[in-house]
């Protein structure tokens, strides 16, 4: 029994082209494989954003960070792609790859953006800003990928953006709120990281099985890789390297593939309508991690916004 439920889990992910799951199929685990994909890509997502506040502590500029991480990627990529041997190599279908390299420099620009607002803000106010990017994909789905968006959907968006007015607390709203520059840059960057994730997962469910896992991750590592390369180059800076920062870039980079897999394979074979929410489960191991390599405990006006962007996901994920 417990080998039929691994082989279950296992197959779809490595299948090249899975479909949607037919709602018929019986089993928990076959009805719910999306979600379950999903919250084991926030799961890694945590980690990307723990690996990047480490990287921070120890000086590391953000150009590096990318550099490295993308580094690791590229090799191992090359090493799986001539193993499986995909169709159409490692570029992908030549139909399709000019949305592959449009899905990287938008899922790109948002990690960029988030990884800057992440060196300005606690890991945890971070994380709560840019979960508003599961609101923003319900908005968006019907414009890119034709999905219905109704009151149901209406819903999970507006108290999501409360959630996020919690955190951000502009003084158009709460009189008593201050924050410095700093503060405020990195909100920016955080809600616009936001807005380029949720376009990049939309185009990944536009993509579809039209490319291998391998072909999505390529160009979203490529695309990285070299304007972080020339950066290096041009800035003549020397890569920080010592013990610490190996592991902190261990850490980031195998939660970023973890990360990429699965949220590829969940945004695959389920709605987006219906998963876009769990992305929401970041926050809860972002203020662990907060708690635990940082000592910060969250003010109540973040565990309120918390709250609601889970409550969010929840009524998001009951409704359909």
């Not at 593939?257 to 074979?269: D, N, T």
């Amino acid at each position: 029994m417990l080998l039929k439920y691994c082989l279950c889990f296992y197959q779809p992910l490595m299948s090249v082209h899975q479909p949607l799951l037919e709602k018929k199929q019986t089993t928990f685990l076959q009805r719910h494989l999306g979600a379950i994909y999903m919250a084991i890509a926030a799961y890694g997502s945590s980690y990307i954003t723990l690996g990047i506040k480490l990287l921070d502590r120890e000086g590391v500029p953000v150009p590096q960070m990318l550099l490295m991480r993308n580094l690791l990627i590229l090799l191992g990529l090359f090493g799986v792609n001539l193993h499986l041997k995909p169709q159409h190599g490692i570029l992908g279908p030549p139909k399709i790859r000019g949305l592959l390299l449009t899905r990287a420099l938008v899922g790109n620009t948002s990690l960029l953006l988030s990884m800057v607002a992440l060196t300005l803000l606690p890991l945890g106010d971070a994380v709560t800003l840019y979960l508003i990017s599961p609101a923003i994909t319900l908005w968006l789905s019907p414009i890119i990928l034709n999905e219905t968006f109704g009151a149901k959907e209406m819903i999970p968006l507006i108290m999501s953006t409360t959630g996020v007015l919690l955190v951000a607390r502009p003084p158009f709203l709460f009189a008593h709120s201050s924050r410095s520059v700093e503060n405020v840059l990195g909100m920016v960057l955080a809600i616009a990281g936001a807005i380029f994730s949720s376009t990049g997962d939309l185009l990944v469910r536009k993509i579809g099985g039209r490319a291998h896992l391998i072909h999505l991750i390529f160009y979203f590592s490529f695309v990285a890789f070299v304007p972080s390369s020339l950066w290096c180059i041009l800035n003549k800076e020397m890569l920080v390297l010592c013990m610490p920062v190996a592991m902190h870039t261990l850490v980031m980079t195998l939660g970023a593939l973890v990360a990429q897999v699965f949220m590829a394979r969940s945004l695959r074979i389920e709605k987006v309508s219906r998963i876009a929410p769990i992305v929401s489960l970041q926050l809860v191991f972002a203020f662990i991690n907060d708690w635990l390599f940082f000592n910060i405990t969250p003010p109540l006006p973040t565990l309120a916004a918390a709250g609601l962007i889970a409550l969010a996901a929840a009524v998001s994920s009951l409704t359909q």
